[in-house]
């Protein structure tokens, strides 16, 4: 056991040195993830297609009954859950079930009648930002013009219906809070896949692959000593980036170190292991570097960092349960947005530990193979 160890320690040396000792390694490894940081916190967008609400209404008046029915009419808003007590708002917004809650209070109505303003409370999931930002708009633009149509009929000046906004775990909506805490789990799956890609391509350009076949070392003991490095440079690679996101660009980091660095650890695992299912394929460089690249842009795309998921079609939500990235970034939010802990996020957890064995396992497959 002592001795395997030591193997697989030395194996991990070599390629520190490996990628150490050449300029353009260290270039891809470093200046890369840092200019993205930057170019994707200042310049991403996002857009809105679909919306989850909920309904909290405690009026049973003709007025309230007549301004959500413009939003149940809306192509734009789903209703998907109806609330009766304060304690039910909670859960849908932090569970995700919906992005916005409406509150009319009981005297709703009786102030339009009244010729009073009526509050129109709108709850919103201020972790995703530009969302909300967006779905704040479309709740004016509906309120606006309800109110248009009760000063037309009722012959009354707006304002009618004002809108009394709580935006919650991002209360002044700054993208910026969404979108770097994204960009920490898409450099860092891109930092695992280029290590461990190229690891394999690189021992083949060279001719060393062959001397390695000649060691004592077994298949197990050198996929451990390739894993080994890309642990060590993806947690200081995020580690990196994460004290650039909090102190450069002042994004909270309200949860606990260790469930963070546990997703973190979880999250390297699975890209270190799809990154030598790669390098176990290919014989080139240029080769893996096409199949990281190959696999990371679609992994961006269906994990929720461009598009919400609830907007994908059916087959291809189901698609996305098989990406990293999709968990990674739930937990990146969840702890820098809402502070949540180890026990809020165990089933993206395990759903990383699942992922990141299973390409293990399929990795050291190929690499038995390619041996035999």
């Known amino acids: 056991m002592k001795q395997a160890l030591i193997r697989i320690l030395e194996l991990a040396r070599k ?31 996002f857009d809105l297609n679909h919306i989850s609400y909920a309904v909290w209404n405690e009026d049973t008046g003709i007025y309230s009954r007549q301004l959500l029915a ?32 409406l509150h009319l209070r009981n005297d709703f109505s009786r102030s339009i009648l009244m010729g009073s303003p009526a509050r129109v409370q709108a709850l919103l999931d201020g972790r995703q930002s530009n969302t909300a930002m967006i779905l704040l708009g479309y709740v004016q633009s509906i309120v606006s013009g309800f109110n248009d149509e009760i ?14 906004l709580r935006a919650w775990y991002n209360p002044n909506l700054k993208s910026r809070w969404f979108i770097v805490p994204g960009i920490v789990g898409l450099l860092t799956l891109l930092i695992s896949l280029l290590v461990t890609a190229l ?14 076949m000649v060691t004592p070392l077994t298949p197990f003991q050198i996929l451990m000593g390739k ?10 690679e995020a580690t990196l980036i994460i004290l650039a996101a ?21 999250f390297i695992l699975s890209g270190l292991g799809v990154g030598l299912m790669i390098s176990a394929l290919v014989s080139t460089q240029q080769q893996g570097l096409l199949g990281a690249f190959l696999f990371l842009v679609p992994a961006i795309i269906l994990s929720g960092f461009a598009t ?24 990146l939010r969840q702890i820098f ?22 390409s293990l396992l399929i990795a050291g497959a190929f690499f038995k193979k390619r041996l035999g």
């Open 70 to 101: 413009r939003f149940s009419g809306s192509p734009n808003f789903r209703l998907v859950a109806r609330v009766t007590h304060r304690e039910e708002v909670a859960p849908l917004i932090d569970n995700r079930k919906v992005l916005l809650v």
């Open 15 to 45: 390629e520190f040195l490996a990628l150490l000792r050449d300029k353009k390694s260290r270039t891809v490894l470093i200046v890369p993830p840092l200019i993205q940081l930057f170019v994707f916190s200042y310049a991403a967008t």
């Open 337 to 358: 947005l809402r502070g949540a802990g180890i026990t809020l996020l165990w089933p993206e957890y395990l759903a990383l530990l699942l992922i990141g064995v299973a």
């Open 199 to 212: 690891s394999v391509a690189r021992e083949r350009e060279e001719g060393t692959f062959d001397q390695l």
């Open 308 to 331: 919400p998921i609830a907007n994908m079609p059916p087959v291809i939500q189901d698609l996305t349960l098989l990406d990293p990235l999709r968990y990674f970034l739930v937990v």
């Open 151 to 164: 000063a037309v009929t009722r012959s009354v000046t707006p304002p009618i219906a004002s809108i009394d």
């Open 246 to 266: 909090t102190l450069l660009f002042h994004v909270p980091l309200r949860g606990p170190l260790d469930a963070l660095y546990l997703g973190l650890f979880l």
């Open 227 to 236: 894993i080994l490095p890309g642990f060590v440079i993806g947690i200081g």
